[in-house]
């Protein structure tokens, strides 16, 4: 089992920037990929960015890409999402997410991903 652990949302201006944390705790070495997922009311969970545990290997979705970043620091077990040139459609609850299957970083969908943080709201005011 791994325990996701989010922190580093907010109230934000359109234009802004936050970073976004996640710990992850327990069975890590298990973990080929760690992502990044969004959901704003009344819409779907939505995929933004993967980064390969290993490799540091990333992939974002196109409505991020060129404003957001993941990236990961192995020895504190810790992904990031730095998020600039915020937006007021970026509003969302965002989460965590590690997945032990192995497949092409733009293939993986959310049922992949087994392991989930709690959660961080992101609101951005226009």
């Known amino acids: 089992q791994v325990q996701l652990v989010e922190s580093g949302g907010g109230l934000v201006q359109a234009g802004g920037s936050l970073r976004l944390s996640c710990a992850a705790y327990g069975y890590t070495f298990s973990v080929y990929v760690m992502a990044w997922f969004r959901q704003a009311p009344g819409k779907e969970r939505e995929f933004v960015a993967a980064?390969?545990?290993?490799?540091?290997?990333?992939y974002h979705a196109d409505s991020v890409k060129g404003r957001f970043t993941i990236s990961r620091d192995n020895a504190k077990k810790t992904v990031y999402l730095q998020m600039n040139i915020l937006k007021p459609e970026d509003t969302a609850v965002y989460y965590c997410?590690?997945?032990?299957?192995?497949?092409?970083?733009?293939?993986?969908?959310?049922?992949?991903?087994?392991?989930w943080g709690q959660g961080t709201q992101v609101t951005v005011s226009s």
């Open positions: 997410a590690a997945s032990t299957v192995r497949r092409v970083l733009r293939d993986y969908v959310a049922p992949d991903f087994r392991s």
């Open positions: 980064i390969d545990w290993s490799s540091g290997y990333t």
